[in-house]
């Protein structure tokens, strides 16, 4: 006999899912917002404390694209920094794709207000395209698609990018460019596709191309693995994949062909950039990150390059989840060829040796292989850690959906939820993130906020700012922002070519700012020599220089200032906070 509950018909919520989905998006904006709260909270002076000068660096990038749309320059070339070279914004992360939509923001607001709304809208924002695909595409689960979008998009590695490089931070096309994938491989409308495909890729270049090479990496370890499982699917799906492979190639060929050739053969291009062994340690895999609710920052900077660059530590106990996930989901093809391609981003990102808690040890990693093909050549190996992300969130969708649709009695299937989601809780509530460090930032001097630099700096003139701006100090790029970008500066931070045309950080130094480098670590005021001056003078010459000013707050700023007063044969003035030399009468323009 029927229970008369049974009897009673189902009642049906026409816009119960819609409510849903936007109760899961305005979490995700809400949790981005929260973790940028102190930043937000601060726009006029607040500063993330882990991006070191990055965020001087990203500002100035949004500020001189807004500044380029503006006056209908080339957006992709700026002499602003790097004075009389410049810099080839294309060969950096200058995010073209945001910094010139988001150009009247930058106009209204300021830069600040352009560097955290990227990132917000970054975290956000991917994590509601992941949620998108998974949940319209992948499961059928809206609670699956919203944990695994919220790992995809709010990872321990990820966060940690978030303090400095919105680049890794704002992928929200990522999964667009996986769906029309899945619809090709699907054999839906392949020359339709294949166009959306292009032009998404062609967008996500001026987004991040790092990024993209490393999802594209990760995609391609999961095909391969796809069709060993299930060769004759594969095969099936190899003529509309290739097509729209194909016709998305020629859409995006024909639209980057310009600006890749511009970074790689235009002004100031490079052709790779070295770092070095820097491969993950496999224990910082199973450790926590700094801005995780558990982190230790001590352990977390004993197993990463800086706070910026924790790009493994997934806990240990996310670790032990997962391979329970990959043991249980081992039957699925799908499932499998995610968990092979998250172990093996995980140990590609491990560099050329396996590296346990600080011990070498004879076992080689693909990496080895790797790090010296094209375009891998000058990526850290330890960001391909960032590609075990998105597998490791559609396999903990995958499995809260299979949980959620297990046909066991209604006590053992109460029982397998609450297990599964208090493992979930176990594993990922230590790994949530924290609010980002905010400190407050220096005043500009008023020799720049007041506008006194005018009475120093004639047309086609530049600024000398000791010691010379570069990847430790980029805070004149702020001044100069400040300033209306009313003169060039010498030298920056940036990623131009070496003397021997290999990619570096910052400009190639002359023998004046190597010396004035060097007054800054030691705080020593060398003696002079007539050969010295004459060197000085050559390269203020060279950077085509009006004036040269020290900020009075400078660390070393006696030493820096007496050497100055050396090389010029001048004694400097206090104007505006600043130590200042008057260098026209020895540039003659």
Same mark, same amino acid.
């Given at each position: 006999?029927?229970?008369?509950?049974?009897?009673?018909?189902?009642?049906?919520?026409?816009?119960?899912?819609?409510?849903?989905?936007?109760?899961?998006?305005?979490?995700?904006?809400?949790?981005?917002?929260?973790?940028?709260?102190?930043?937000?909270?601060?726009?006029?002076?607040?500063?993330?404390?882990?991006?070191?000068?990055?965020?001087?660096?990203?500002?100035?990038?949004?500020?001189?694209?807004?500044?380029?749309?503006?006056?209908?320059?080339?957006?992709?070339?700026?002499?602003?920094?790097?004075?009389?070279?410049?810099?080839?914004?294309?060969?950096?992360?200058?995010?073209?794709?945001?910094?010139?939509?988001?150009?009247?923001?930058?106009?209204?607001?300021?830069?600040?207000?352009?560097?955290?709304?990227?990132?917000?809208?970054?975290?956000?924002?991917?994590?509601?395209?992941?949620?998108?695909?998974?949940?319209?595409?992948?499961?059928?689960?809206?609670?699956?698609?919203?944990?695994?979008?919220?790992?995809?998009?709010?990872?321990?590695?990820?966060?940690?990018?978030?303090?400095?490089?919105?680049?890794?931070?704002?992928?929200?096309?990522?999964?667009?460019?996986?769906?029309?994938?899945?619809?090709?491989?699907?054999?839906?409308?392949?020359?339709?596709?294949?166009?959306?495909?292009?032009?998404?890729?062609?967008?996500?270049?001026?987004?991040?191309?790092?990024?993209?090479?490393?999802?594209?990496?990760?995609?391609?370890?999961?095909?391969?693995?796809?069709?060993?499982?299930?060769?004759?699917?594969?095969?099936?799906?190899?003529?509309?994949?290739?097509?729209?492979?194909?016709?998305?190639?020629?859409?995006?060929?024909?639209?980057?062909?310009?600006?890749?050739?511009?970074?790689?053969?235009?002004?100031?291009?490079?052709?790779?950039?070295?770092?070095?062994?820097?491969?993950?340690?496999?224990?910082?895999?199973?450790?926590?990150?700094?801005?995780?609710?558990?982190?230790?920052?001590?352990?977390?900077?004993?197993?990463?390059?800086?706070?910026?660059?924790?790009? *493994?530590?997934? %806990? #240990?106990?996310?670790? /032990?989840?997962?391979?329970? !996930?990959? =043991? $249980?989901?081992?039957?699925?093809?799908?499932?499998?060829?995610?968990?092979?391609?998250?172990?093996?981003?995980?140990?590609?990102?491990?560099?050329?040796?396996?590296?346990?808690?600080?011990?070498?040890?004879?076992?080689?990693?693909?990496?080895?292989?790797?790090?010296?093909?094209?375009?891998?050549?000058?990526?850290?190996?330890?960001?391909?850690?960032?590609?075990?992300?998105?597998?490791?969130?559609?396999?903990?969708?995958?499995?809260?959906?299979?949980?959620?649709?297990?046909?066991?009695?209604?006590?053992?299937?109460?029982? *397998?939820?609450? %297990? #599964?989601?208090?493992? /979930?809780?176990?594993?990922? !509530?230590? =790994? $949530?993130?924290?609010?980002?460090?905010?400190?407050?930032?220096?005043?500009?001097?008023?020799?720049?906020?007041?506008?006194?630099?005018?009475?120093?700096?004639?047309?086609?003139?530049?600024?000398?700012?000791?010691?010379?701006?570069?990847?430790?100090?980029?805070?004149?790029?702020?001044?100069?922002?400040?300033?209306?970008?009313?003169?060039?500066?010498?030298?920056?931070?940036?990623?131009?070519?070496?003397?021997?045309?290999?990619?570096?950080?910052?400009?190639?130094?002359?023998?004046?700012?190597?010396?004035?480098?060097?007054? *800054?670590?030691? %705080?020593?005021?060398?003696?002079?020599?007539?050969?010295?001056?004459?060197? $000085?003078?050559?390269?203020?010459?060279?950077?085509?220089?009006?004036?040269?000013?020290?900020?009075?707050?400078?660390?070393?700023?006696?030493?820096?200032?007496?050497?100055?007063?050396?090389?010029?044969?001048?004694?400097?003035?206090?104007?505006?906070?600043?130590?200042?030399?008057?260098?026209?009468?020895?540039?003659?323009?």
């Amino acid at each position: 006999m029927r229970s008369p509950a049974a009897e009673v018909p189902r009642v049906r919520w026409p816009h119960r899912g819609r409510v849903a989905d936007l109760a899961v998006l305005a979490a995700y904006v809400l949790a981005a917002f929260l973790i940028y709260r102190p930043l937000w909270m601060n726009l006029g002076s607040g500063y993330l404390s882990s991006s070191v000068q990055d965020q001087n660096m990203w500002e100035w990038f949004f500020a001189v694209t807004a500044r380029s749309v503006l006056h209908l320059e080339n957006p992709l070339f700026s002499d602003f920094q790097n004075y009389p070279l410049g810099v080839n914004l294309m060969a950096n992360t200058a995010m073209l794709g945001v910094g010139i939509p988001l150009t009247p923001v930058t106009v209204l607001f300021g830069p600040t207000t352009t560097w955290v709304l990227t990132l917000t809208g970054g975290l956000a924002a991917t994590a509601g395209a992941w949620y998108w695909v998974l949940s319209r595409h992948v499961v059928d689960t809206r609670a699956g698609a919203a944990i695994g979008a919220a790992f995809c998009a709010f990872a321990p590695s990820i966060i940690s990018h978030a303090n400095a490089h919105p680049n890794f931070v704002a992928l929200f096309l990522l999964p667009f460019i996986v769906l029309r994938l899945l619809k090709l491989a699907r054999g839906q409308r392949p020359v339709r596709n294949g166009v959306l495909l292009g032009l998404l890729v062609t967008y996500q270049v001026f987004l991040g191309e790092e990024p993209l090479l490393i999802a594209a990496t990760t995609m391609a370890v999961f095909a391969i693995v796809y069709a060993l499982s299930r060769p004759e699917e594969a095969l099936a799906m190899a003529r509309p994949l290739g097509t729209g492979i194909l016709v998305g190639a020629g859409v995006t060929f024909a639209l980057v062909a310009f600006p890749l050739w511009w970074q790689f053969a235009g002004p100031q291009s490079y052709g790779s950039i070295e770092h070095g062994l820097l491969g993950n340690d496999a224990a910082a895999f199973t450790a926590f990150s700094t801005e995780s609710v558990v982190g230790d920052p001590e352990v977390a900077k004993e197993f990463s390059l800086n706070r910026t660059e924790e790009n *493994a530590f997934f %806990g #240990w106990p996310l670790v /032990l989840l997962l391979t329970a !996930v990959t =043991i $249980a989901l081992w039957r699925v093809a799908a499932a499998r060829a995610l968990a092979v391609a998250m172990f093996a981003l995980a140990w590609i990102s491990m560099g050329v040796l396996l590296v346990v808690n600080g011990e070498a040890t004879s076992i080689p990693g693909p990496w080895m292989l790797m790090f010296d093909l094209p375009l891998y050549e000058s990526v850290l190996e330890s960001r391909f850690a960032l590609g075990a992300v998105v597998p490791a969130g559609i396999l903990l969708a995958l499995a809260t959906e299979r949980v959620l649709r297990l046909d066991l009695a209604r006590d053992w299937g109460y029982a *397998a939820r609450i %297990g #599964w989601f208090g493992a /979930l809780a176990f594993a990922l !509530v230590p =790994i $949530a993130p924290t609010e980002l460090r905010v400190h407050e930032r220096d005043p500009v001097p008023q020799f720049f906020a007041d506008d006194t630099w005018r009475q120093y700096v004639e047309p086609g003139g530049s600024v000398v700012v000791v010691p010379l701006p570069d990847t430790g100090d980029a805070e004149a790029l702020h001044w100069q922002v400040e300033a209306g970008f009313g003169f060039p500066l010498a030298e920056g931070y940036f990623v131009g070519p070496s003397t021997d045309g290999r990619g570096t950080y910052g400009a190639v130094r002359r023998p004046v700012s190597e010396l004035l480098e060097q007054v *800054a670590d030691t %705080g020593v005021a060398p003696a002079i020599s007539p050969a010295g001056r004459r060197q $000085a003078a050559a390269d203020l010459r060279y950077w085509k220089a009006d004036v040269v000013v020290l900020p009075m707050r400078a660390d070393q700023a006696d030493a820096l200032r007496t050497t100055v007063d050396r090389l010029l044969d001048q004694n400097a003035r206090p104007v505006g906070g600043m130590w200042v030399w008057d260098v026209r009468a020895v540039t003659p323009g």
